[in-house]
């Protein structure tokens, strides 16, 4: 079925990434994964070429236009680039409804145009290493102190924990409150007892820094709090936490359908028994199976896409995107893999760093098991 999710501008702006992913990232992926990072030289870049910070108002240095549609040509290209280690996604997909929807004017004028530039690298710091998907188990403080909050704490899994300027910590300021004492505060590079610890040693998107992240005694200025008022961390990260899984369930769809195009080509051109692999039955049916449900997972993301843009995208609907379509992300590179054979396990073949890659979809953002747990409690049982 034909794809009409996109109008002439997308095309036109697909042509603008696809371009610098050939120029910037492509040919330079395989030393940054030796390296463990992306250099900061790309981000600044991709920043010249307008790829950041699509709803920040113009007087930012944005395009003002909120649509979710440019951030998924990103994403997709990114992928079908094999360039796992731009954290684009988290900056463009996760931090930018925090820094455009929750800053107030001076915070904007101090933040926005580096964000659009590419100047300043966003993280956000949730997981801690005893709360992963339990954000109300997180023990990072802030206590206020005057016009300032004293942050004690540690995170880990932060995508862009080296190379971040601002990070978006999530912290208790009222520890008695539960969910409700939860704020979001601003920690920037620089900012004495901000400490970053290893870059962590991963089984896959090796070019991508994830990083550990101390705060001892870091005096944070009331100034860098997200929003008014304390206590109202929870419900804004709650709020986000559909378009962050939609980005991740675009990137699910967009994997599976650049692996499956790879292997229907290699699957026409290897030969066993005096034919090709892909004159089999078994192979048919395989191919056949995978091109259907990753077809049908395509359209139900567009519709995903169409939806947050409308305003009507609910938490729901983004965790059955979300654990669905990584799953199945999941199922077709490893079947994908098998009709590679040996070829399959040598990291020569996309298939190999793809399989390696695709296996944390499942995890960050909300596992499969919290995403069904949200879908579950929506019968109201």
Same mark, same amino acid.
């Given at each position: ?10 095309? $036109? ?24 990072? @992306?250099? +900061? ?28 549609? #440019? ?17 684009? =996604? ?7 409804? #925090? ?10 004028? %101090? ?5 659009? =530039? ?77 400490? %970053?610890? +290893?870059?962590? &040693? ?10 550990? $992240? ?36 675009? &990137? ?13 080509? #290699? ?16 192979? +048919?049916? @395989? ?9 049908? &997972? ?8 169409? &939806? ?36 399959? #396990? ?30 579950? +409690?929506?019968?109201?049982?």
């Amino acid at each position: 079925m034909q794809r009409d999710l996109f109008e002439e501008e997308h095309l $036109l702006f697909r042509e603008t990434v696809r371009e610098f992913m050939a120029r910037e990232v492509v040919p330079h992926h395989e030393q940054w994964e030796k390296d463990g990072i @992306v250099p +900061r030289e790309v981000w600044k870049k991709a920043g010249e070429l307008g790829m950041f910070g699509f709803a920040v108002p113009e007087e930012y240095g944005g395009a003002g236009i909120k649509d979710f549609r #440019y951030n998924a040509v990103i994403v997709e290209e990114i992928i079908r680039g094999g360039a796992s280690g731009l954290g684009f =996604s988290l900056h463009n997909d996760v931090m930018a409804p #925090y820094v455009v929807d929750l800053t107030d004017d001076e915070q904007k004028q %101090r933040w926005l145009p580096g964000f659009v =530039s590419g100047e300043l690298i966003t993280a956000i710091a949730m997981s801690e290493p005893g709360a992963g998907s339990d954000l109300q188990g997180i023990r990072t403080t802030a206590l206020r102190a005057g016009d300032h909050y004293l942050v004690n704490g540690q995170k880990t899994f932060i995508t862009n924990g080296i190379n971040a300027d601002l990070v978006v910590v999530v912290a208790k300021t009222d520890p008695e409150a539960g969910a409700r004492g939860t704020t979001l505060l601003v920690v920037e590079r620089g900012m004495e007892g901000f400490g %970053r610890g +290893r870059n962590l &040693a991963k089984i896959g998107m090796k070019a991508q820094d994830t990083a550990e $992240l101390f705060f001892e005694n870091v005096r944070v200025p009331v100034a860098n709090r997200l929003g008014p008022n304390d206590g109202e961390g929870f419900v804004q990260l709650m709020n986000n936490l559909p378009q962050e899984r939609l980005s991740i369930a675009v &990137a699910a769809v967009a994997a599976a359908e650049a692996v499956l195009e790879q292997t229907i080509e #290699y699957c026409k051109t290897r030969q066993a028994f005096g034919r090709s692999i892909g004159s089999f039955q078994n192979t +048919r049916f @395989v191919l056949a199976e995978l091109a259907t449900e990753t077809e049908i &997972a395509r359209h139900y993301v567009d519709k995903c896409i169409l &939806a947050l843009n409308a305003g009507g995208l609910t938490v729901v609907d983004a965790a059955k995107a979300k654990w669905w379509t990584t799953e199945l992300q999941n199922k077709v590179i490893d079947r994908c893999l098998q009709l590679h054979g040996g070829y399959g #396990y040598m990291m020569e073949y996309p298939v190999a760093k793809a399989w390696i890659d695709s296996r944390v979809q499942t995890i960050y953002g909300g596992t499969t098991e919290i995403m069904k747990e949200i879908i579950g +409690r929506s019968f109201g049982f």
